[in-house]
């Protein structure tokens, strides 16, 4: 079995930080494409990060300067550093794997961390 373990979430005030981990197991993951999505209530999931396997890294425009993505290939993981939380930031924050195989990509999801920013 494949799968994706996130952890780091919690109660933030604004303008602190957070750093959230996603640990794989079940197959390597130092060949994928690994990303960060958040998602609110009554919204559609959000892709706010990604990192491919050469380490080329992209941001959605709302944390663009504030959240930082980076992987550890030798222990199957990504991280997203959450730096100048907002309210707007409060969400459930998902990681997502697309791995390459013999028969196309496999895309993992994990089952998501929440993360609340509030005085």
């Known amino acids: 079995q494949v799968h994706l373990v996130e952890s780091g979430g919690g109660l933030v005030q604004p303008g602190g930080s957070l750093r959230l981990a996603c640990e794989g197991s079940?197959?390597?993951?130092?060949?994928?494409?690994m990303r960060w999505y958040r998602q609110t209530p009554g919204k559609e999931r959000e892709l706010i990060a990604q990192?491919?396997?050469?380490?080329?890294?992209n941001y959605a425009y709302s944390v663009k300067g504030r959240f930082t993505i980076s992987r550890d290939n030798a222990k199957d993981s990504v991280y997203l550093q959450m730096d100048s939380l907002e309210p707007e930031d409060t969400a459930v924050y998902y990681c997502?794997?697309?791995?390459?195989?013999?028969?196309?990509?496999?895309?993992?999801w994990g089952q998501g961390t929440m993360v609340t920013v509030s005085s």
């Open positions: 079940g197959t390597f993951f130092g060949n994928s494409d």
């Open positions: 990192i491919s396997s050469a380490g080329i890294k």
């Open positions: 997502y794997a697309r791995v390459p195989g013999t028969r196309g990509y496999l895309e993992v």
